[in-house]
């Protein structure tokens, strides 16, 4: 069998093929066939291998494109998550019988955070190791100076890892808001009467439980400026203000109100 090598020019090839099919400068055709059609036959080889390579490169390129806007799309999505628990709400567990009969063990709660101020009556979800953090970042400033960065602060301030080696990892608390600052609260044994600013408050939440106001907190006090009182409605198995810790909480240290409870659906509602 002879073989023969024959290069089509662009001219020649449009005619053989056909005036749609475009010819690239750089398609050079190997011809071994003794038949009459071996050109025009390894010239559509030619021509559709050197399509396919461009069809594979145009595939890849729309790929790398696609995962590049998937990889987008879920990063921007766990941001704007991250910002709005961090920012506008949150969800929590509770856990434990403080707050019983209002809120019970394991129910869950939607926590709004934007723009809240703490108001008296409303249930809030606290942290209860701010002023100790606080306190031991102060103290790390005063003992350290200049050997205590900004970095060293920012970790004790935000990373619970870092919290957790020196006890000052955030710990929640759920509570309802009393007294706000600068207001006077006093607590009676004999009646379990709680009274602010010399008015007694009115507390249907209350489930024939007592109130007393404990040993650690001289009665009647004054909320420091900047705090609130908390306590829970199970007055007699709740540690709140009435204690040393954690005492009168700072508005930082608030970090939302409970406004709905989503679970159980026996009981889904808004958390009065």
């Known amino acids: 069998m002879?073989?023969?090598?024959?290069?089509?020019?662009?001219e020649s090839?449009?005619?053989?093929?056909?005036?749609?099919?475009?010819?690239?400068?750089?398609?050079?055709?190997?011809?071994?066939?003794?038949?009459?059609?071996?050109?025009?036959?390894?010239?559509?080889?030619?021509?559709?291998?050197?399509?396919?390579?461009?069809?594979s490169k145009k595939e890849s390129v729309n790929l790398l494109k696609e995962i590049r806007e998937w990889l987008f799309?879920?990063?921007?999505?766990?941001?704007?998550?991250?910002?709005?628990?961090?920012?506008v709400f949150d969800f929590v567990i509770?856990?434990?019988?403080s707050m019983q009969t209002t809120l019970m063990d394991k129910d869950r709660l939607v926590l709004t955070k934007l723009g809240y101020t703490p108001q008296k009556g409303d249930i809030v979800v606290l942290d209860a190791n701010y002023k100790l953090r606080e306190?031991?970042?102060?103290?790390?400033?005063e003992?350290?100076?200049?050997?205590?960065?900004?970095?060293?602060?920012?970790?004790l301030r935000y990373l619970p890892w870092e919290q957790k080696k020196y006890g000052i990892a955030p710990l929640h608390y759920v509570k309802r808001v009393i007294a706000l600052e600068g207001e006077v609260i006093d607590i009676n044994n004999a009646t379990s009467e709680v009274s602010v600013n010399g008015e007694i408050i009115q507390e249907p939440y209350?489930?024939?439980?007592?109130?007393?106001?404990?040993i650690e907190t001289a009665f009647p006090y004054t909320v420091d400026e900047g705090c609130v009182f908390v306590m829970g409605d199970n007055r007699e198995d709740s540690r709140d203000s009435r204690f040393a810790m954690p005492g009168t909480i700072p508005y930082e240290a608030v970090l939302g109100k409970a406004t709905f409870r989503f679970w159980p659906l026996g009981?889904?509602?808004?958390?009065?």
């Open 13 to 55: 090839a449009r005619e053989e093929l056909g005036a749609d099919i475009e010819i690239k400068d750089d398609v050079y055709i190997d011809v071994s066939e003794n038949d009459d059609n071996s050109d025009i036959d390894k010239a559509g080889m030619s021509i559709s291998i050197h399509a396919s390579g461009e069809e």
């Open 94 to 97: 509770v856990d434990g019988r």
């Open 2 to 10: 002879d073989e023969r090598n024959n290069q089509f020019d662009n």
């Open 143 to 155: 003992t350290k100076g200049d050997n205590f960065s900004a970095f060293d602060e920012f970790k």
């Open 73 to 87: 799309a879920i990063v921007s999505a766990i941001v704007i998550v991250v910002l709005l628990k961090g920012f």
């Open 135 to 141: 306190a031991y970042i102060d103290r790390q400033k």
């Open 206 to 214: 209350l489930n024939n439980v007592r109130t007393y106001s404990g």
């Open 267 to 272: 009981v889904i509602g808004t958390v009065e």
